[in-house]
């Protein structure tokens, strides 16, 4: 009798998926509609095309594609069969994924040809010029010294890659890797095995790989789907890329975990993005605060009928009865790469009165522990210090680091996050301890500046960094934006926030911005707060000089 790989490991889960929900969505993209059956199917072809390659168990595979169908396949693909994925940002320019595809050691990578307005193939010759000299699958590049294989969806290939289909079709080839063949590799796919490679978006330095195994992967977004309360007939539109931890844990495989079906798009524009929420009965919508607004003002919005929306973080489109009208009330959560997703969960609507601000509880197995940036000591409850966490979920560790560089001595990662945990057991997070400003020997949290200017009616958004100063070390500094049409002078906001704050908290320089595009942001939509600091710091400059 053949052998099963455990429930925790992917390929089982795979199979169970299938046979549960066969003829159901799995994944819709405006261009494709794959059903459970058929990621199983078309993911078993293509892993017995790795097999028949030489890819093995511990292979690095990067997969530098966007979020549709064939991404889900190709991952699968290679996490079957106890290989390693590596997601690849797909808006990395060619030093960025050069830095990556070397660190991760990658030595198979399945690519799109191109995608939006980047040319992958070109970037790849751009890393490595040895590759046009090579011949396909017998890479041999100085630059990228791992790399073997270069797999390509879509046309304009290069004499140097072959297509994704040759390498479906390899299985078949004689001697033909069968179904048979493929169960037993599968079988010894155990719950520890490293399934992925995460990288952070690295947006204060180098990102960070975190390798996460089978079970921790299913186990979190098994949670993760339980607490948000999914079910198969959820319909999850979600744009955070599959290359990052939320698109992959949170949204993917949390939605893959119930039988429900993930919802995706090439880029975010109000209108195509209306059309398929209504087209799909979008019963959760999930994307950046900018998003619900575009959606909420777009011309299209009253026609569109998103009455089957029931949940999501997009307050702008959601009926009035799901959304808290204070935003402090907002359930929320914490999470980072290095944990699989969140590690403390705040619940679903809005809170209670008492935990204005709050970002839930440890959950799934996570410990916390707050000490002093300074000393390493541990603090009582209620003091402001370093988070630290450990537990279960956490990742095995980090690519290229050793252990005792990466874990405290008790197996607490320091997660350079700011914050306390009151008596309940119940977190405030204040922000990242490198955003901490430092002015005239006081700390200065960023984001109660920002909440206090968010109020504002004015104010659309309100990103706050420490600017250099000769006297205090850093001053506050404000970049705002308005709301459509409002109009509010610095100077005002200036004596307004002053009524709420103390002096050293009130910013010294607000400068006005059009819009939220306008500020540096990371690939994965988040502030970069060390960028704008020097964004504050050219304009402050520019306007003295003036």
């Not at 977004?221 to 959820?234: P, Q």
């Not at 509010?488 to 400068?511: F, I, M, N």
């Amino acid at each position: 009798m053949d052998a099963a790989p455990p429930r925790d490991c992917i390929p089982a889960w795979l199979r169970d998926r299938a046979a549960r929900f066969a003829g159901r969505d799995a994944l819709v993209h405006p261009g494709r509609r794959l059903r459970y059956a058929e990621a199983e199917a078309e993911s078993a072809r293509l892993a017995r095309g790795l097999l028949a390659t030489g890819v093995g168990k511990g292979e690095r595979v990067g997969l530098l594609l966007p979020n549709r169908p064939e991404w889900l396949v190709a991952w699968l693909a290679v996490v079957r069969i106890g290989a390693v994925a590596v997601p690849l940002n797909t808006f990395f320019k060619s030093r960025e994924l050069g830095w990556m595809l070397r660190h991760a050691d990658v030595g198979v990578l399945l690519t799109a040809a191109r995608f939006l307005s980047h040319d992958y193939l070109g970037r790849l010759e751009e890393i490595a010029p040895d590759l046009a000299r090579c011949e396909p699958g017998a890479l041999r590049a100085r630059e990228l010294p791992y790399l073997r294989a270069v797999w390509v969806l879509g046309e304009g290939g290069r004499p140097w890659a072959r297509g994704v289909e040759a390498l479906a079709a390899a299985g078949d080839a004689e001697p033909r890797v069968d179904d048979a063949l493929l169960r037993a590799v599968e079988a010894e796919v155990a719950p520890p095995d490293p399934a992925v490679l995460l990288y952070s978006s690295g947006s204060t330095a180098d990102p960070k790989g975190a390798i996460h195994g089978h079970g921790t992967l299913l186990r979190h977004s098994a949670e993760l789907a339980a607490l948000r309360g999914l079910g198969a007939e959820d319909r999850i539109y979600s744009p955070m890329p599959f290359f990052w931890v939320g698109g992959l844990v949170f949204s993917l495989l949390s939605t893959l975990q119930v039988g429900a079906c993930a919802l995706c798009e090439d880029a975010f524009e109000p209108g195509a993005t209306l059309e398929l929420l209504e087209a799909e009965r979008a019963s959760i919508a999930i994307g950046w605060p900018h998003f619900g607004k575009a959606l909420a003002e777009h011309p299209s919005r009253e026609s569109r009928d998103l009455s089957a929306l029931r949940g999501g973080n997009l307050p702008d489109i959601l009926p009035p009865s799901q959304v808290p009208e204070d935003p402090e009330l907002r359930a929320t959560a914490l999470g980072m790469t290095e944990t699989c997703g969140p590690h403390t969960w705040g619940g679903e609507g809005a809170l209670p009165e008492a935990l204005r601000g709050s970002f839930g509880r440890a959950f799934g197995g996570f410990e916390h522990r707050v000490v002093s940036p300074e000393t390493g000591a541990e603090l009582p409850a209620g003091d402001v210090g370093e988070i630290r966490v450990r537990g279960p979920r956490l990742m095995q560790g980090l690519h290229k680091q050793l252990r005792e560089d990466v874990f405290d001595a008790d197996g607490f990662y320091p997660t350079r996050d700011a914050g306390c945990f009151d008596a309940d057991g119940v977190l405030y997070f204040q922000g990242r301890l490198g955003d901490l400003i430092k002015t005239g020997g006081a700390n200065v949290t960023p984001a109660e500046v920002e909440a206090v200017l968010v109020a504002q009616p004015e104010v659309r958004a309100a990103h706050v960094a420490g600017v250099a100063d000769p006297d205090r070390g850093e001053v506050v500094a404000a970049a705002v934006v308005l709301e459509a049409g409002a109009e509010a002078g610095a100077e005002e906001l200036v004596r307004r926030v002053a009524k709420e704050l103390s002096a050293y908290k009130v910013p010294r320089h607000v400068l006005l911005f059009g819009s939220e595009a306008e500020l540096p942001m990371t690939d994965t939509g988040k502030l970069d707060r060390k960028r704008l600091a020097g964004v504050l710091a050219e304009r402050i400059g520019a306007a003295g000089r003036s």
